[in-house]
């Protein structure tokens, strides 16, 4: 039955980017993330060992993941805010005079529903998600990940773990931060440019954004999470061939996880959108 | 005592193993030479389950180990170490971390008791005050060196060894001969060494095994192996560009 899914997805794959092999690596992501949830759940059950082997490899990711990530995070961040509320504002003027002071309701939005984790998820898929990739990728091709395992150390886990939940709580993290610098890049070109009030601007945020927006907007920063660093993982994992099998292993991981990232979040949005 | 049976192992439309049989005894140092490419390599990671055989038995303590669960494989493993062709040190720890790592992860060692043996089995291998420098910061010879350390650092039952001498000088290459004689002398334990380096082969082995066209094709004590009738192991010994193996 799995062969034949498996079949199923490879055949669908010829037709669609040869050489990405993005169906078929979505199912093996599946399977892959399966089996890390699992190890992930059993290790909870052991304190001591999650202390001893994983809480020091965690934070150190933590901080590559996360801390090294918020520069590229806020600059974009505050940007796009800026573009956004200049674009709408002006479109709004022209259309119906005095309507640009929805703005602030519309660009915080925008950024918390969509814009926010969806941009930092692609900007952490090309920062680390790569790295992640040919890291892993050069341990495989030069025996590392076989060494580990003669040495009591189950590759998919000693290495898999501290990515896997380094990502999933700084993800959000960022997220927020850039919705909190994307709606003040707003508020920077309203007022300066839009020539709005900060007091309407900032009542538009208010009044626009719902506690059920931002909770949204967190799932699905939870979602990328996990399909960026699986698809990392498991493009590293399976390298093969030398330094040429670890540039494709990069692109494929970069390319296959924004892809799915975009689909999945076309689909969160729907099921979001019913309630 | 290891016995292999009938190892078969292909990859893609290439075979490597076809059939492959041979039995270490305890306390045994097995040698095998081959030709490059002929899957010496490929049958150790075999042997430790690191490659999946398509065919084939691998037996030790009574237990087929390629019939066991993940976890059985994985407590096999813990039993043996691996000296690894290319040293497959890890890159982003030190050389402290490198050789330590199996004795943090499956020892319940003080950490000054770890360091003592990581010095230890350092110096075994020839060196000393390296242990805070990263692979990176070494020679070839002595990241070989460092991951034979590694290798040792359990005090492993089973020890394989891919090409030990291959790439450091004559004197420590004879330095690890003796190592590695001395590691069965100390302990009861099985050895399994790949080498190209008859030298080293003559000097270690307790009997030196043949592996031509996936198969074992002679197996015999050093004493035998020099006295060979077989053409295929008399070319490989001397070193001949020319018999019964062609070049190509
Ligand atoms: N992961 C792999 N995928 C595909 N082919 C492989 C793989 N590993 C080994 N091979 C092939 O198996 C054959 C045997 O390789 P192996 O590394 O065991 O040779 P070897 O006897 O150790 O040679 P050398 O003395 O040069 O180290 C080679 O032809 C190689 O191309
Ligand atoms: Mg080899």
């Known amino acids: 039955m799995n062969r034949r899914i498996m079949q199923g997805l490879i055949f669908l794959d010829k037709f669609w980017d040869p050489g990405m ?12 993330s399966g089996r890390l949830l699992r190890a992930i759940f059993k290790l909870m059950l052991q304190p001591v060992r999650l202390r001893d082997f994983y809480l020091r490899p965690i934070l150190e990711q933590m901080v590559r993941v996360g801390v090294n990530s918020i520069p590229v995070v806020i600059t974009t961040a505050l940007f796009t805010g ?6 709408t504002g002006v479109t709004m003027e022209s259309k119906i005079a005095g309507s640009s002071i929805f703005i602030g309701n519309i660009v915080s939005l925008s950024l918390v529903r969509e814009l926010g984790p969806v941009l930092t998820a692609l900007l952490v898929t090309g920062r680390v998600g790569s790295a992640i990739a040919a890291e892993i990728g050069s341990m ?71 506690s059920l927006d931002i909770l949204s907007g967190l799932i699905k920063s939870l979602f990328f999470a996990a399909i960026l660093c699986i698809f990392a993982l498991h493009r590293g994992f399976s390298t093969q061939g030398g330094a040429v099998g670890v540039g494709r292993a990069t692109t494929s991981a970069v390319v296959n996880a924004s892809i799915t990232i975009l689909i999945v979040d076309y689909f969160l949005a729907q099921t979001f959108a019913l309630f | 005592m290891i016995r292999i049976r ?50 084939g038995e691998i037996w030790f303590d009574q237990e087929n180990i390629l019939t066991l669960k993940e976890s059985g494989r994985a407590q096999f493993r813990q039993r043996c170490g691996m000296l690894f062709q290319g ?11 490198n050789v330590g790592f199996g004795l943090r992860r499956m020892k319940n060692y003080t950490e000054e008791r770890i360091r003592r043996i990581v010095r230890e089995k350092l110096a075994l291998v020839g060196l000393k005050d390296i242990e805070h420098l990263y692979p990176a910061e070494l020679s070839g010879g002595m990241k070989k060196r460092v991951a034979l350390a590694r290798a040792i650092a359990m005090d492993p039952e089973i020890i394989l060894y891919d090409e030990p001498t291959t790439g450091v000088d004559p004197i420590m290459a004879d330095a690890i001969n003796e190592l590695i ?43 035998q192996i020099k006295r060979t009738r077989n053409p295929l192991v008399h070319q490989f010994i001397t070193g001949s560009a020319h018999g019964p193996i062609s070049l190509i």
């Not at chain 1, 092999?21 to 892959?32: A, K, P, S």
């Not at chain 2, 040293?87 to 971390?97: C, H, K, M, R, V």
């Not at chain 2, 001395?182 to 030298?199: C, F, G, Q, W, Y």
């Open chain 1, 21 to 32: 092999n993005i169906v078929e690596d979505m199912g093996r992501v599946f399977l892959l």
């Open chain 1, 82 to 87: 800026m573009v956004l509320a200049i674009q």
């Open chain 1, 140 to 210: 495989k091709i030069t025996e590392q990940i076989d060494a580990l395992r003669t040495l009591a150390a189950e590759p998919v886990e000693y290495l898999g773990i501290p990515r896997f939940v380094a990502m999933l709580v700084m993800l959000p993290v960022l997220t927020v931060l850039a919705d909190v610098l994307g709606t003040m890049g707003g508020w920077m070109v309203s007022s300066l440019y839009l020539e709005i009030s900060s007091t309407v601007y900032w009542d538009g945020v208010r009044s626009g954004v719902e």
């Open chain 2, 6 to 55: 009938n190892l078969h192992k292909r990859f893609g439309s290439k075979a490597v193993l076809k059939g492959l049989d041979l039995e270490i005894q305890p306390g045994e140092t097995m040698v095998i030479i081959g030709r490059s490419g002929e899957g010496k390599s490929v049958l150790l990671k075999c042997i430790l389950n690191l490659i999946e055989p398509d065919r």
């Open chain 2, 87 to 97: 040293g497959a040190l890890f890159d982003s720890l030190t050389i402290e971390e």
């Open chain 2, 181 to 223: 004689n001395e590691m069965n002398r100390k302990l009861p334990v099985s050895s399994i060494a790949v080498t190209h380096d008859m030298v080293s082969a003559y000097k270690i082995a307790d009997r030196i095994a043949l592996l031509h066209q996936g198969r074992i094709v002679e197996v015999g004590t050093p004493a």
